[in-house]
C-alpha cells in the first residue's frame, strides 16, 4: 500500500511521467520497485501520463506581403456569404504529414472549400478557394478571412 501511494504521489507530482521515469524517480528515492509492477499500479489506478504532441507550424506571418486590415470582428453575421474563414491544417499519417486547406461559411460553419496537399505551399490554399468559388456565388461584400500567412498572402 505504500508503494502504492509512492508511485500515485510521483505520477502526480509530475504529470508528464510514465512508468519509466515514476520507477526511476523511486529507485533514486530508495523505493524497492521494478518498472513492470509500476506500470502494473499505474494502469489500475489509471495514472496515464499526459503526453506531449509535437507542435507543427503552418503559419508564417512573418512575410514581406502586404496585411490587409482583419474586417471580420465589426461584421455581424445575418446569412450565408458574408464571411469566409480560410485555415491550414496538419493530418498526421504513419509516415509522413499531409495538409488540409479549409474555407468555411462562417455563418452556416460548412465546408465549401477543401484541398489536400503533401507540401504547404500557396496553391493547396488557392485551390481550397477556387473549390469555395466554385460551390458557392460571390455576393459584393464578401469576405474573406485567414491568418494572414504567406500562402493566404502571396501573389498567388
Known amino acids: 500500500m ?6 500515485q504521489r510521483a505520477a502526480l507530482e ?3 511521467y ?11 528515492e530508495g523505493w524497492p520497485a521494478g ?9 489500475e489506478d489509471n495514472l496515464l501520463c499526459v503526453r506531449k504532441r509535437r507542435f507543427v507550424v503552418t503559419t508564417d506571418s512573418n512575410h514581406f506581403w502586404p496585411v490587409y486590415p482583419n474586417l471580420a470582428p465589426q461584421r455581424v453575421l445575418e446569412a450565408i456569404n458574408q464571411l469566409w474563414v480560410a485555415d491550414i491544417t496538419y493530418i498526421r499519417l504513419l509516415e509522413e504529414f499531409i495538409y488540409l486547406a479549409v474555407v ?8 465549401i472549400g477543401w484541398e489536400l496537399d503533401q ?5 493547396l490554399a488557392v485551390a481550397a478557394l477556387e473549390r469555395a468559388l466554385a460551390e458557392r ?7 474573406h478571412h485567414s491568418d494572414q500567412g504567406v500562402q493566404y498572402c502571396c501573389r498567388d
Do not use: F, W
Open 137 to 143: 456565388e460571390t455576393p459584393p461584400g464578401l469576405i
Open 119 to 123: 507540401t504547404l505551399q500557396a496553391r
Open 104 to 111: 468555411l461559411d462562417a455563418y452556416s460553419r460548412k465546408v
Open 18 to 28: 510514465g512508468y519509466r521515469r515514476v520507477t526511476e524517480q523511486l529507485q533514486r
Open 35 to 43: 518498472r513492470k509492477r509500476v506500470a502494473r499500479i499505474m494502469r
Open 2 to 7: 505504500e508503494l502504492r501511494h509512492q508511485v
Open 14 to 16: 509530475n504529470r508528464l
